[in-house]
Every structure is written in structure tokens, then in C-alpha cells.
């Protein structure tokens, strides 16, 4: 009987003590944003995702944490040897807390070796991982392989892993690290590249039928995350229409001065 007292009374002492320790583990301010839907994983996890639309941050066991852009999936498996992870779609910043073990992420046919650093990996349509260094350095792979070419990013430097396992040179030209802000900063591109990146975040997509509207080309800060500001920020910009919908808002020419926009 005695034995079964001590028995409960130290099981009861160690799901207290777990649970301080857990408690201390969820990052600061984690829960104060509400665009973030937060998380404390306390061991290895098959895997974390975020839908359309949704950022998603997520701490792990070591104290490390992954943020999630929209519509984005990462696997999960912690071993005593190693802290291995995949991006299977979008995109994701890894945060990582420096420790003995390696800390890998594998995208598309590469791989991404780090202890303590901050980079994004981003899966593009075409099958490639892009791959962006905020800081500290990482170790890029084009393969699986022990003998693929390894590049060292430092902060500032980017590189991709094209599908066919080939790792293009390291650039200086980074691509939107800033995407975890509401407001986002672009330079002369097209409109319709711009309705493709806004489309990621919202299930009512911004759309047009007309191809001259398409091509217009648009630098400025822009907030992607909610369709209908967007659509009458451009018609303001080109004197366009933007008709608003329930399943959808749409961009078109208004019925004056039609040639306009033929060029």
C-alpha cells in the first residue's frame, strides 16, 4: 500500500515538473499576435501544417521553432543523432537553437545542414527549393548523397536546388524574407505575378479576364492578405474596375477609353 502512495505521489511530482518545463518553453509574445496560431511540442511530432491563408508557428522539443507561411506542410522526426525535418509544400523559416545535434531539413532533392541559425526554404512550382540565409551559415546539398556538392551560405546569400539535384551559384539577391509582415514591398512586377502571390493567402482569389490588365507592371508596398483592398488599390492605380464578388473580385476595364491599356 505504501509502495503504491509513493508510487502516485512521485508520478504526480513528474507531470508537474513536465508541465513548469513546457510552460517555460512557449516563446514570448507567441500567443499576443493572433495572425499566428501557436504551438509547444515536447518530443518528436509527425508533422505540422497551416492552411490557406494561415500562418503557423510551431516550438519544438530543443527550443527550436518553425514558422509556416500559408498552405505549408513540414514532417518531423527527432533522433538522438540528429534533428531531421522536410518541407513537403510552401514555405517555412526554421529558427534554430544551437546543440550538438544537427539540425537538417530536406527540400525537394536537397538538403539544408545548420546548428544555430535563421533561413526560410521555399518549395516553388517548378519542383525546386529556394533557400535563404537571415543569419548565421548553413550548409546547402545538392542530394541525398554523402558525396553531393555542399555550398556554405553566409547571411545575406541565398541559393536554389533545381529539381534535378543540381545546386545553382550563391547569390546576394534574396527573395522576400520579410514575408511573415502583413505589408510587402515589390519592384516592377506584373500584375498578374502579383494576383498569383496575394492568391496564396485567401480563399477568395483576385482575378482577371483581360490579359492587357495582366501584364501591367507595378512597383509599391502592397498588403496581401486581404483581397478586396488589393483589387481597389490597383483599379485606383491603373483607372481600372474592381468588381467585388462572394466566390471571387476581378480587375477590368472600365467602358471609357478603352485603348488604354492595348499596350
Same mark, same amino acid.
Given at each position: 500500500?505504501?509502495?503504491?502512495?509513493?508510487?502516485?505521489?512521485?508520478?504526480?511530482?513528474?507531470?508537474?515538473?513536465?508541465?513548469?518545463?513546457?510552460?517555460?518553453?512557449?516563446?514570448?509574445?507567441?500567443?499576443?499576435?493572433?495572425?499566428?496560431?501557436?504551438?509547444?511540442?515536447?518530443?518528436?511530432?509527425?508533422?505540422?501544417?497551416?492552411?490557406?491563408?494561415?500562418?503557423?508557428? +510551431? +516550438?519544438?522539443?530543443?527550443?527550436?521553432?518553425?514558422?509556416?507561411?500559408?498552405?505549408?506542410?513540414?514532417?518531423?522526426?527527432?533522433?538522438?543523432?540528429?534533428?531531421?525535418?522536410?518541407?513537403?509544400?510552401?514555405?517555412?523559416?526554421?529558427?534554430?537553437?544551437?546543440?550538438?545535434?544537427?539540425?537538417?531539413?530536406?527540400?525537394?532533392?536537397?538538403?539544408?545542414?545548420?546548428?544555430?541559425?535563421?533561413?526560410?526554404?521555399?518549395? +516553388?512550382?517548378?519542383?525546386?527549393?529556394?533557400?535563404?540565409?537571415?543569419?548565421?551559415?548553413?550548409?546547402?546539398?545538392?542530394?541525398?548523397?554523402?558525396?553531393?556538392?555542399?555550398?556554405?551560405?553566409?547571411?545575406?546569400?541565398?541559393?536554389?536546388?533545381?529539381?534535378?539535384?543540381?545546386?545553382?551559384?550563391?547569390?546576394?539577391?534574396?527573395?522576400? +524574407?520579410?514575408?511573415?509582415?502583413?505589408?510587402?514591398?515589390?519592384?516592377?512586377?506584373?500584375?498578374?505575378?502579383?494576383?498569383?502571390?496575394?492568391?496564396?493567402?485567401?480563399?477568395?482569389?483576385?482575378?482577371?479576364?483581360?490579359?492587357?490588365?495582366?501584364?501591367?507592371?507595378?512597383?509599391?508596398?502592397?498588403?496581401?492578405?486581404?483581397?478586396?483592398?488589393?483589387?481597389?488599390?490597383?483599379?485606383?492605380?491603373?483607372?481600372?474596375?474592381?468588381?467585388?464578388?462572394?466566390?471571387?473580385?476581378?480587375?477590368?476595364?472600365?467602358?471609357?477609353?478603352?485603348?488604354?491599356?492595348?499596350?
Amino acid at each position: 500500500m505504501l509502495a503504491t502512495i509513493a508510487l502516485l505521489v512521485g508520478a504526480f511530482t513528474t507531470l508537474a515538473v513536465l508541465y513548469l518545463h513546457l510552460d517555460a518553453k512557449a516563446p514570448d509574445g507567441a500567443l499576443r499576435d493572433d495572425r499566428f496560431a501557436s504551438k509547444v511540442s515536447p518530443a518528436p511530432i509527425a508533422s505540422i501544417s497551416s492552411g490557406p491563408g494561415e500562418y503557423y508557428r +510551431t +516550438t519544438l522539443a530543443d527550443g527550436s521553432s518553425v514558422l509556416l507561411d500559408t498552405d505549408s506542410l513540414v514532417t518531423i522526426a527527432y533522433t538522438p543523432q540528429e534533428r531531421r525535418l522536410r518541407l513537403i509544400r510552401g514555405r517555412a523559416r526554421f529558427e534554430v537553437v544551437h546543440e550538438a545535434r544537427p539540425f537538417k531539413v530536406a527540400a525537394g532533392s536537397g538538403l539544408v545542414s545548420a546548428r544555430g541559425t535563421i533561413f526560410d526554404v521555399r518549395l +516553388t512550382a517548378a519542383g525546386a527549393a529556394k533557400v535563404d540565409l537571415i543569419q548565421g551559415a548553413v550548409d546547402v546539398s545538392a542530394s541525398m548523397a554523402r558525396t553531393a556538392p555542399v555550398r556554405r551560405l553566409r547571411a545575406g546569400q541565398s541559393t536554389i536546388i533545381a529539381q534535378n539535384a543540381a545546386l545553382m551559384q550563391i547569390s546576394t539577391t534574396q527573395s522576400d +524574407t520579410s514575408w511573415p509582415d502583413d505589408l510587402k514591398e515589390f519592384q516592377d512586377i506584373r500584375v498578374d505575378q502579383l494576383m498569383q502571390e496575394a492568391n496564396r493567402y485567401h480563399a477568395v482569389p483576385l482575378v482577371t479576364g483581360d490579359p492587357t490588365i495582366a501584364k501591367l507592371r507595378v512597383s509599391g508596398v502592397f498588403e496581401l492578405r486581404d483581397s478586396r483592398k488589393l483589387c481597389k488599390r490597383l483599379a485606383r492605380l491603373f483607372d481600372i474596375a474592381c468588381d467585388v464578388e462572394a466566390n471571387q473580385v476581378s480587375l477590368r476595364r472600365k467602358n471609357v477609353d478603352p485603348e488604354k491599356f492595348s499596350g
